[in-house]
């Protein structure tokens, strides 16, 4: 992990892993809320599975996705993706729910604040993910430049 990518991904880290953690003992009318918000604006992945079983698939999910992000041996591309692919799913919940967003359907309504506000998780994760691939791409070059040396004898 790159020194300077450490509190981006404590900080969304921990707090992924902890609404994770939480979910993993909801009561059932809470899972039933969860699932119907997950149904209506994915039905074709969510429609048909039990509200508990969404529930606990939901928390593993963002189980995995904050430990991607605090364990420093997971590549910044990696948890990027991960991170990205997590908000990208909230933003669809809050693009695709009408009464999430006022009349030009984009700016957040009072209902559809609290994920409006989540699109720094697709920003944090995008971050991640392009500093991984533009460090990786630079390791690259720099790997090959020294191949390079080390293959072509010197002329002088």
Do not use: C
Not at 26 to 33: F, M, N, P, R
Not at 54 to 74: D, Q
Not at 85 to 100: E, K, V
């Amino acid at each position: 992990m790159h020194l300077t990518h450490a509190p981006l991904r404590v900080a969304t880290g921990a707090y992924i892993l902890n609404s994770g953690v939480g979910k993993l003992r909801v009561d059932e009318g809470t899972a039933q809320y969860l699932h119907s918000a997950a149904a209506s604006t994915y039905p074709a992945a969510f429609k048909d599975m039990e509200p508990t079983k969404f529930t606990k698939l939901l928390a593993y999910s963002e189980i995995a996705v904050g430990a991607a992000l605090l364990v420093p041996k997971v590549p910044a591309t990696v948890a990027g993706a991960a991170l990205t692919g997590f908000g990208a799913s909230l933003m669809g919940m809050y693009f695709r729910t009408p009464s999430m967003t006022l009349d030009d359907g984009v700016r957040p309504s009072q209902e559809g604040i609290a994920l409006a506000k989540d699109v720094w998780l697709v920003g944090a994760g995008l971050t991640l993910l392009t500093q991984g691939i533009a460090g990786a791409t630079k390791s690259g070059v720099k790997s090959s430049k020294k191949a390079i040396r080390k293959a072509t004898p010197f002329t002088g």
